[in-house]
T-cell receptor
Framework: EDQVTQSPEALRLQEGESSSLNCSYT??????LFWYRQDPGKGPEFLFTLYSAGEEKEKERLKATLTKKESFLHITAPKPEDSATYLCAVQASGGSYIPTFGRGTSLIVHP | DGGITQSPKYLFRKEGQNVTLSCEQNLNHDAMYWYRQDPGQGLRLIYY???????QKGDIAEGYSVSREKKESFPLTVTSAQKNPTAFYLC????????????FGPGTRLTVT
C-alpha cells in the first residue's frame, strides 16, 4: 500500500527564517510526486511535479527536491503570505493513477 | 477564465436528507474526482470518472453517489446513508486519468445537523 507521511504537522516561523518541510513516501515505483499549497477554506493549488530522484524545481521562495525516499520543500526567507498548508502527494507507477495524499504541513509565518 | 467551480460554498442540511454538491469544469478535462477532507486528514478519494458515463468508486464511496452525464459536470450526492457527512468536499479534474497534475475547485463545506 502506498504511504505518504509529512512532517512536521505544523511549523511556525518568523519572517525571513528559512526552513524545510518533509514528505517521505513508500511506493512500489514512483511515477510522480506533487506539492500543493492550500489556503484555509480553499482548494489546493498545484505547485510542483517531481519525476525522478535528484530533480529540483523552484518557484519564488520555494524549492522542491526529490530523493528515492523523500521530498523536501525548502522555503527561503519566508513571508507571512507563505502561510498555508502544504500538501504532498505521490502517484505510483503501474495500476491506479490516483495519487495518495499526505496529511499536510500547516505553515504559519509571523511578521 | 478556465477553471473548476463548485457550488454552493457552504451547505447546511438536516440529518436524513440527501444533498447534491455541484462541480463544473470548462478545462475540457476528461477525468474528474471527488475528495473529502477532514481536519488533520489527507484528502480521501470518494469517486472518480475517467470519461463521460463512466465512474469508479474510491476509498470511501459508501453513502455517496455520482453521475457523469456531461464532460463538464460531475455532481456528488451525499445520501442519508453516509454516517458522518459533515466535511469539506473538493472536486478536481485532470486532462486524463494518466495525467500528473490535478486541478482543484474551491470546495464546498457541508454541515449536517
Amino acid at each position: 500500500e502506498d504511504q505518504v507521511t509529512q512532517s512536521p504537522e505544523a511549523l511556525r516561523l518568523q519572517e525571513g527564517e528559512s526552513s524545510s518541510l518533509n514528505c517521505s513516501y513508500t511506493v512500489s515505483g514512483l511515477r510522480g510526486l506533487f506539492w500543493y499549497r492550500q489556503d484555509p477554506g480553499k482548494g489546493p493549488e498545484f505547485l510542483f511535479t517531481l519525476y525522478s530522484a535528484g530533480e529540483e524545481k523552484e518557484k519564488e521562495r520555494l524549492k522542491a527536491t526529490l530523493t528515492k525516499k523523500e521530498s523536501f520543500l525548502h522555503i527561503t526567507a519566508p513571508k507571512p503570505e507563505d502561510s498555508a498548508t502544504y500538501l504532498c502527494a505521490v502517484q505510483a507507477s503501474g495500476g491506479s493513477y490516483i495519487p495518495t495524499f499526505g496529511r499536510g504541513t500547516s505553515l504559519i509565518v509571523h511578521p | 477564465d478556465g477553471g473548476i467551480t463548485q457550488s454552493p460554498k457552504y451547505l447546511f442540511r438536516k440529518e436524513g436528507q440527501n444533498v447534491t454538491l455541484s462541480c463544473e469544469q470548462n478545462l475540457n478535462h476528461d477525468a474528474m474526482y471527488w475528495y473529502r477532507q477532514d481536519p488533520g486528514q489527507g484528502l480521501r478519494l470518494i469517486y472518480y470518472s475517467q470519461i463521460v458515463n463512466d465512474f469508479q468508486k474510491g476509498d470511501i464511496a459508501e453513502g455517496y453517489s455520482v453521475s457523469r452525464e456531461k464532460k463538464e459536470s460531475f455532481p456528488l450526492t451525499v445520501t442519508s446513508a453516509q454516517k458522518n457527512p459533515t466535511a469539506f468536499y473538493l472536486c478536481a479534474s485532470s486532462i486524463a486519468i494518466t495525467s500528473y497534475e490535478q486541478y482543484f475547485g474551491p470546495g464546498t463545506r457541508l454541515t449536517v445537523t
